[in-house]
């Protein structure tokens, strides 16, 4: 049946329309299709960025790790080496004092042996005897460890403060709750040697000092704190960091 003109005309409008909705409908695909594999693309870089700066992370943390313990174990040698020589000719004797005292208060025989090379040195060089400097040095750990764990300090800190209150530093003496006035000097001085405290050397006023810390901590019972308080936070992670 033949189509009048305006039928025709109308036709091809419909399948005009029609092929340019088809068009546009395809040219969205395809435009989808461009963002989604832009995305994956993009997601792709991302993935390989991470995996790079991740390999690099752990490429730098082991050559750090490696380097720490290369550090860790020339420091440990180095160590080994000092103790050795401080406590030469009464090696065995230093290693199961500090053993001792380790087994008593939960302290790392590490922290003990570092510290009290310290104490062992500075009796020595104060003219004590090695048996005296010996004797003294198990003083002086027992002390700073009571101290550690009396003022919830590290050993390290109360060591030091104590080394330093021997040397006649009055102020860091306060800091773990000694006291030495003139008065007291005086009388400690003439009870243990006969003499006024100008008159004594230096390993005699150590040891002043040292007997007014033991008499000041017994008096304030804290003597025996570091085996009360062995698993005291600040004495369990002064452990860790040592091991």
Do not use: C, P
Request: zero cysteines; proline letters at 0%; charged letters at 20%.
């Amino acid at each position: 049946m033949a189509m009048t003109l305006f039928e025709l005309i109308a036709k091809l409008t419909l399948d005009t329309t029609d092929f340019d909705k088809k068009a546009a409908g395809a040219n969205d695909t395809a435009t989808g299709m461009a963002g989604n594999l832009e995305g994956v693309l993009a997601r792709s870089v991302a993935v390989g960025n991470a995996m790079y700066n991740m390999s690099v992370s752990a490429f730098n943390g082991a050559i750090n790790f490696g380097r720490d313990l290369i550090e860790t174990a020339a420091a440990v040698q180095a160590e080994n080496a000092q103790y050795a020589q401080v406590f030469e000719g009464v090696t065995e004797e230093a290693d199961a004092m500090f053993a001792k005292i380790g087994e008593q208060n939960n302290i790392h025989v590490g922290r003990l042996r570092t510290q009290g090379m310290g104490f062992f040195k500075q009796f020595a060089s104060a003219g004590a005897e090695t048996s005296e400097a010996m004797q003294k040095t198990k003083s002086a750990m027992m002390l700073a460890s009571d101290a550690a764990a009396f003022y919830d300090i590290s050993l390290e800190d109360a060591s030091y403060m104590l080394r330093s209150f021997l040397r006649g530093n009055v102020e860091a003496g306060e800091s773990i709750g000694l006291f030495a006035n003139d008065t007291l000097r005086t009388s400690y001085a003439t009870e243990l040697y006969g003499a006024k405290w100008a008159e004594l050397n230096e390993i005699q006023r150590e040891s002043v000092l040292l007997q007014i810390a033991q008499d000041t901590y017994k008096n304030a019972n804290a003597t025996g704190q570091a085996s009360r308080e062995a698993m005291a936070y600040a004495n369990v992670l002064g452990n860790v960091k040592e091991q």
